[in-house]
C-alpha cells in the first residue's frame, strides 16, 4: 500500500506548546508540509512554566538554536538543579542536582559505596560527590568543558531558567522564518466530517475556515479540540496529588542570582522560585481543600524576595491526564494533554518529548490506529512515572504541624511507587524501567533528602577494602572542590555571556 501523505498541518494555540511544535516541525520537516499555527491575543497563556530540565538542551540543538542568543532574549538564567526546603521536615533542606554523582568504582553504584561508608561515619553528605550540588551551593556555573573527560567539570549538567512568554515569543519568530504561517484568530467552531469525527477545520471568528489533515491541541487547559470537540475524557489523579491552584507572581530580583530552583513546603503546599535576569518568578501551589484563595496569597506576598512587580494571578487546574492524548486526527500537546504541577519542571519537557514521540510516529492520512495506540501507551508510561516521583515528595514527609502534610504521609499511592519506595529501604536498589524521565540519581536524591535510610546495601560493595573505598569517596569530594573553585560565579558568567539589554 502506498501511503497517503498528510500536506497541512494546523496547530491550534500558540504559547510555549504552540511554537515548540512549529519549531521542531518546521526543522525536521524541512519545508516540504504546510504548518499553520491558530492563536489569538484575546487569550492569555498560563506562562508560569520558566524552569526546565536539562533535555531542553537537545531541543534547542536540534533547531539550530544559539544558546547564548537564546539567554539573552528570554532574561535566562542556568539551573544546576532544585532546591526543596521544608519537605520532609520543617527546617530540612536538600538539593536535586542535575548530572552524576560519584564516578564508578567498580561491581555496582557509587551510591552503594556511599551507603556502606555513611553507615561507618566514614562519608560525607551526598552533594559532596555532586559537583552541580556543589556549585550550586557556591553560584558558580559553567557549561562542561569539551576537553576535560576525565573531570569532574565534564559531569556538569544544566538547564535554564526563563520568560515562557519571551521564549514563545523567539520561537515563533524563528518558525516566521522558516515559512510557518501564523494566523491571529478567535476559533469559534471546530468542524468534523461525519464519516469518522475527524477534524477537518476550525473556523474562526472573522468567518474564514481553515482546513488540515493533523490537527495538533496546544489550546492550554481549555482542550478545544482534543476535549472540546472530541470529548476524550481526563483521569483525575487529584486523590494522589491534591493540589489544585497555583497563584503567581513576579517579584524585583534579589542580590545574588542563584543557579538553582527553590521550592519551599508550606503548610498547605509549596512556593516556587526560580531567578531571572531582570526578576524572580514566584508561585504558591496549594489544596484548596485546606487553604483559601486569600490565605494562600497572604503566604505567598509575605514569602518574596522583593516588591511584586504584578498582582498574583489565579490558575485553577485538575492534576490528571487526557485518557488519549492522540485521538482520531488530533494530538494534544501541553497543558491539554494533562496537567502536572511544576514541583520537578517538567511541564515543558512533557511538550518535548510529545513533539518527539509525534514526530517518531508520525501519520499519514491512514491514521493507523496501531500507530495511535502506541503513541498513547507510551504517553502513558512518561505521565504515570513522572506523577509517581512528583507523589514521593508528598508520600514522604514527616511533618506534623498541618493537617494537608498528614493527608499526604497517609494516603495511599500507586502500586508502582510502592515497589520503589520499599525496594530502596530494604536493599538500597534503585529500579529505573524502560528508560522513564527519572534516573536512579533522581530518585536517590529525593530518598535520601526526605529521609528515608536503607537498610542494607549491595553485598558486592564488601568486595572493596573499606581503607580503599574510604579514600576512593575521599578524592572524588577533594577533586570536586577544587573544580568548583575554579568555576566562574553566575552572574559573572550571564554577564560576560549572555546579559539580555536591560
Not at 48 to 54: K, L
Not at 214 to 224: M, Q
Not at 276 to 300: K, P, W
Request: proline share 4%; with cysteine.
Amino acid at each position: 500500500m502506498q501511503n497517503s501523505i498528510i500536506k497541512n498541518i494546523v496547530i491550534v494555540g500558540g504559547g510555549t506548546a504552540g511554537w515548540m511544535t512549529a519549531t521542531a516541525l518546521s526543522t525536521l520537516l524541512r519545508g516540504q508540509y504546510n504548518i499553520r499555527v491558530v492563536e489569538s491575543d484575546e487569550i492569555g497563556i498560563i506562562g508560569v512554566g520558566e524552569a526546565t530540565i536539562p533535555m531542553i538542551q537537545r531541543f534547542n540543538q536540534v533547531a539550530g538554536i544559539d544558546e547564548n542568543e537564546f539567554m539573552k532574549e528570554t532574561n535566562g538564567t542556568f539551573k544546576l538543579g532544585i532546591e526543596f526546603v521544608n519537605w520532609g521536615k520543617l527546617g530540612d533542606r536538600y538539593m536535586h542536582g542535575f548530572g552524576n554523582i560519584g564516578q564508578d568504582l567498580w561491581t555496582v553504584r557509587f551510591d552503594q559505596y556511599w551507603q556502606k561508608m555513611r553507615r561507618i561515619g566514614k562519608a560525607d553528605n551526598l552533594e559532596a560527590y555532586s559537583i552541580t550540588r556543589m556549585a550550586a551551593k557556591a553560584n558558580k556555573f559553567m557549561p562542561a568543558p569539551t576537553d576535560m573527560v576525565n573531570s569532574p567539570l565534564n559531569d556538569i549538567a544544566y538547564a535554564y531558567h526563563f520568560d515562557a512568554n519571551l521564549y514563545a515569543r523567539y520561537l515563533r519568530k524563528l518558525c516566521e522564518s522558516r515559512g510557518v504561517i501564523r494566523t491571529e484568530g478567535m476559533i469559534k467552531q471546530v468542524s468534523q466530517r461525519a464519516n469518522d469525527g475527524h477534524v477537518d477545520a476550525v473556523v474562526l471568528a472573522s468567518g474564514e475556515r481553515i482546513e488540515g489533515e493533523l490537527f495538533i491541541d496546544c489550546s492550554g487547559i481549555r482542550a478545544l479540540l482534543i476535549e472540546g470537540a472530541l470529548k476524550t475524557g481526563y483521569e483525575d489523579w487529584t486523590h494522589w496529588l491534591p493540589c489544585d491552584r497555583a497563584l503567581a507572581v513576579p517579584c524585583e530580583s534579589a542580590a545574588t542570582l542563584l543557579p538553582y530552583t527553590r521550592s519551599t513546603a508550606h503548610k498547605s503546599g509549596w512556593q516556587w522560585r526560580i531567578p531571572l535576569q531582570n526578576r524572580i518568578g514566584n508561585g504558591h501551589v496549594y489544596s484548596s481543600n485546606f487553604i483559601s484563595d486569600d490565605e494562600a496569597q497572604a503566604t505567598l506576598l509575605a514569602n518574596l524576595d522583593g516588591k511584586p512587580l504584578a498582582d498574583p494571578r489565579l490558575i485553577k487546574f485538575t492534576t490528571g491526564m487526557r485518557k488519549q492524548g492522540w485521538n482520531r486526527n488530533v494530538v494534544a500537546i501541553g497543558l491539554s494533554s494533562g496537567f502536572l504541577e511544576p514541583l520537578e519542571s517538567t511541564s515543558i519537557h512533557l511538550i518535548q518529548s510529545a513533539i518527539s514521540r509525534l514526530i517518531e510516529l508520525f501519520p499519514d492520512q491512514g491514521f493507523d490506529p496501531i500507530v495511535i495506540n502506541e503513541y498513547n501507551r507510551q504517553s502513558r508510561f512518561e505521565y504515570e512515572r513522572i506523577r509517581d516521583f512528583i507523589i514521593l515528595h508528598y508520600k514522604l514527609n514527616q511533618r506534623d504541624d498541618s493537617p494537608f502534610w498528614k493527608a499526604c504521609a497517609e494516603m495511599p499511592v500507586p502500586d508502582t511507587l510502592t515497589h520503589k519506595m520499599e525496594l530502596f529501604r530494604s536493599s538500597g536498589r534503585l529500579l529505573r524501567i524502560d528508560n522513564e524521565l527519572f534516573s536512579e540519581v533522581a530518585w536517590l536524591q529525593v530518598l535520601e533528602g526526605q529521609n528515608m535510610k536503607a537498610e542494607r546495601y549491595h553485598p558486592l560493595v564488601e568486595l572493596q577494602p573499606e581503607a580503599d573505598t574510604a579514600e576512593y569517596l575521599e578524592s572524588v569530594r577533594s577533586v570536586i572542590l577544587k573544580c568548583v573553585d575554579v568555576m566562574p560565579d553566575h552572574a559573572a558568567y550571564i554577564a560576560q555571556h549572555c546579559a539580555a539589554p536591560r
